[in-house]
């Protein structure tokens, strides 16, 4: 079964970083993209950032350079190293794959940047 962790959100000041992780298990991690996401209240969940299967990333316009998305398939696990912070990056983060035509969720790790 697809089973999808994250960790790593925290609180954090403006201009400050967290790493996210995401850790998968059930498939064969490599084979597959991983996606990042975040919700903030009242919003709907958007792309943050994607990564393929072969390490390939694609960012949001709204990162601006501030975000690196990787993996490390011995691991089983995705990354989103986020630096320069700004309030509005507060959200709950999830990590996505697409497997056998579903999309799976992890249950989300909260980042708040706030002084």
């Known amino acids: 079964q697809v089973q999808l962790v994250e960790s790593g959100g925290g609180l954090v000041q403006p201009g400050g970083s967290l790493r996210l992780s995401c850790s998968a298990s059930?498939?064969?991690?490599?084979?597959?993209?991983v996606n990042w996401y975040r919700q903030a209240p009242g919003k709907q969940r958007e792309v943050v950032a994607v990564i393929s299967s072969e390490g390939n990333p694609t960012y949001a316009d709204f990162v601006n350079g501030r975000f690196t998305v990787s993996r490390d398939n011995a691991k089983n696990t995705a990354y989103l190293q986020m630096d320069s912070l700004k309030p509005e990056d507060t959200a709950v983060y999830h990590c996505?794959?697409?497997?056998?035509?579903?999309?799976?969720w992890g249950s989300g790790t909260l980042v708040i940047v706030s002084s």
């Open positions: 996505n794959v697409r497997h056998n035509g579903v999309h799976y």
């Open positions: 059930g498939f064969i991690f490599m084979e597959y993209s």
